[in-house]
T-cell receptor, first 115, second 113 residues
Framework: AAGVIQSPRHLIKEKRETATLKCYPIPRHDTVYWYQQGPGQDPQFLISFYEKMQSDKGSIPDRFSAQQFSDYHSELNMSSLELGDSALYFC??????????????FGPGTRLTVL | DAKTTQPPSMDCAEGRAANLPCNHSTISGNEYVYWYRQIHSQGPQYIIHGLKNNETNEMASLIITEDRKSSTLILPHATLRDTAVYYCIVRVAPGAGSYQLTFGKGTKLSVIP
């Protein structure tokens, strides 16, 4: 079965650079979520999109922005990178077509290292 | 969303049942109990969820107490591949809402050969 695809899987950047992370949800999934997991931390919700519109916002820094495109893939743009941005970034998708509960399916993550 | 409390770590012998408890004493009537797990540095994986009835699927069973203030995730025959951090998450059913997950500290389950 198709899974959530994230690219790149690993990314190394210098401080103050920019980075773009991409997420391709499971086909026919219309909702995308981004989570950040710092070293030794639990995943923290950043932002979500439903039908290309931002639906909820968590602890996402102002230096980060995201969007969902017409083909439902999503991109997380990160500017003025800081050392503390080094983390695993997970994307998850689900469909609201399911009546009731509908679990999230997570991608393998992008490991961002800021030097 | 209701707060959950889980033990930070547990050990389980391979082949035995792993019983992971979760307390959610402030759960509301319309909140579900969800379980996810995260194998080292992989994306979290959905396991099971329930409202008030016990649930079973191919991965696990979920036992929810009658007052719904606590629950237990049961892995009937733990294998080494079940070593992971297990998260108990309580929240309302997605419905029209966004349904982001709020991860707490979770229980690190170590399955011992």
């Amino acid at each position: 079965a198709a899974g959530v695809i994230q690219s790149p899987r690993h990314l190394i950047k210098e401080k103050r650079e920019t980075a773009t992370l991409k997420c391709y949800p499971i086909p026919r999934h219309d909702t995308v979520y981004w989570y950040q997991q710092g070293p030794g931390q639990d995943p923290q919700f950043l932002i979500s999109f439903y039908e290309k519109m931002q639906s909820d916002k968590g602890s996402i820094p102002d230096r980060f922005s995201a969007q969902q495109f017409s083909d439902y893939h999503s991109e997380l743009n990160m500017s003025s990178l800081e050392l503390g941005d080094s983390a695993l970034y997970f994307c998850a998708s689900r469909t609201r077509g399911l009546a009731g509960e509908g679990e999230q399916f997570f991608g393998p993550g992008t490991r961002l290292t800021v030097l | 969303d209701a707060k959950t409390t889980q033990p930070p770590s547990m050990d389980c012998a391979e082949g035995r049942a792993a019983n992971l408890p979760c307390n959610h004493s402030t759960i509301s009537g319309n909140e579900y109990v969800y379980w996810y797990r995260q194998i080292h540095s992989q994306g979290p994986q959905y396991i099971i969820h329930g409202l008030k009835n016990n649930e079973t699927n191919e991965m696990a069973s979920l036992i929810i107490t009658e007052d719904r203030k606590s629950s237990t995730l049961i892995l009937p025959h733990a294998t080494l591949r079940d070593t992971a951090v297990y998260y108990c998450i309580v929240r309302v059913a997605p419905g029209a809402g966004s349904y982001q997950l709020t991860f707490g500290k979770g229980t690190k389950l170590s399955v011992i050969p």
